[in-house]
């Protein structure tokens, strides 16, 4: 069952300056010419904790540092934080909440109450447990999602964002995010008293949640939003294939089904998965036969990557062959700029079928999913 706890949160302190120069997107998510903006606001910012470049150890003695001198420190009580992200969404520009809230939960395997939707991949894995190893605090949340289709937590929720918030600041992609910190005993037993029987799904975090179960860490810190949540949006991850020897774009071409020239309409047919694929012979597109139900990147990996061009499972998970790219510009560009022999193009993934078929157990390939505004890291961690 869903067990929620409050924490007693490390948090930045007023002598650290504007959260708006200390907070940053998750780790993985910040690509080396925003790392380096983010590392050049402040000495503080968060960035300078999460992306040590492999110095663990000296990514754990800034930690000790910045509590010695206050620019970190532990709140005086158990508390659970409302958390609220107001954005215009990407292409239509239409302006969106989603709430959630952050809290504790237990750390337990998959398949009872916690189900993962997509494999992970050993790298990520190895450098996430090196840094909670070395410094001690899970410094983001898990982004976990759960069924709230008669809005009872929204309602919860809603009524703790009619006060003003304690934090508030905008991002360098226009997502206001707002913070309360709760530390009613009653408002935070009612919320714990609506979530068991729940089921929780990963959105984001895999890696991190992996690494708590390979710590045998007993809690672990999440965010929590409702499936149904308005402002929840899921955008296709792009796959770019490299690195294949041999390759041939004529002889890849004529393997796959049903494939035509051009890439729009991106709009799967009655009973087939539809992909656009770039090669540097040209735009073509793919339809793919496909169950009712069927969902994209498990078809991709399962009639294509695997069968045709040799990218098991297991070469993925290794890191091989693949790269991602949320948007289609910059996965074409990989393609018309060399570092790429073929991109595919796929489909927003619908929430609902990646929810059905994950807590069904079914797990999809690496990077199937890319949750829209990401969470703004560093402001609520967790000290084992």
């Known amino acids: 069952m869903a067990n929620i706890h409050p924490l007693r949160a490390l948090r930045y302190t007023s002598k650290a300056g504007d959260i708006a120069a200390l907070a940053t997107l998750p780790y993985d998510v910040i690509p080396p010419a925003l790392e380096a903006d983010y590392k050049a606001r402040s000495p503080h910012n968060f960035a300078h904790l999460i992306l040590p470049q492999g110095n663990y150890e000296g990514a754990a003695a800034r930690l000790s540092a910045w509590k010695d001198a206050g620019i970190l420190a532990t709140d005086p009580g158990d508390a659970i934080f409302v958390y609220e992200q107001t954005f215009p969404a990407p292409g239509t520009g239409e302006v969106l909440t989603r709430r959630g809230f952050v809290a504790l939960h237990d750390t337990e395997d998959y398949g009872q109450t916690v189900f993962r939707h ?50 508030d600041y905008n991002d360098h992609e226009k997502t206001r995010h707002k913070l309360w910190r709760v530390a009613d005993p009653a408002w935070i037993a009612k919320l714990q008293a609506l979530m ?43 796959r770019i294939v490299h690195s294949l020897p041999n390759f041939n774009s004529e002889a890849v071409l004529a393997k796959l089904p049903n494939s035509g020239m051009g890439v729009d309409p991106l709009v799967s047919p009655a009973g087939h998965i539809r992909f656009g694929v770039v090669m540097p012979n040209g735009e073509f597109h793919t339809d793919v036969p496909a169950a009712e139900g069927a969902l994209n990147v498990a078809v991709l990996q399962d009639a294509i990557l695997t069968p045709l061009l040799g990218i098991t499972p297991e070469v993925v998970t290794a890191g091989a062959n ?38 069904a157990g079914q797990v999809l390939p690496q990077k199937s999913t890319y949750f829209y505004p990401k969470l703004g890291s560093g402001l609520v961690m967790y000290e084992l």
Request: with cysteine; net charge neutral.
């Open 118 to 167: 997509e494999r992970t991949m050993s790298g990520p894995k190895e450098d996430r447990f090196r840094l909670l190893q070395a410094t001690r605090v899970q410094f983001d949340s898990i982004f976990m999602l759960f069924p709230d289709p008669q809005g009872e937590v929204e309602a919860v929720l809603s009524a703790v964002c009619a006060r003003a918030p304690e934090l």
């Open 196 to 238: 068991p029987g729940r089921k929780l799904l990963i959105a984001d975090g895999h890696h991190r949640y992996e690494t708590a179960l390979r710590m045998s860490q007993p809690r672990t810190l999440m965010t929590f939003v409702s499936l149904e949540s308005p402002g929840l949006r899921c955008f296709a991850t792009h």
């Open 322 to 359: 693949l790269v991602y790219k949320r948007s289609r510009a910059e996965a074409v560009a990989e393609v018309r700029e060399g570092r790429g022999q073929i991109a595919f193009l796929l489909e927003d993934l619908p929430i609902d079928g990646m929810a059905r078929v994950s807590f």
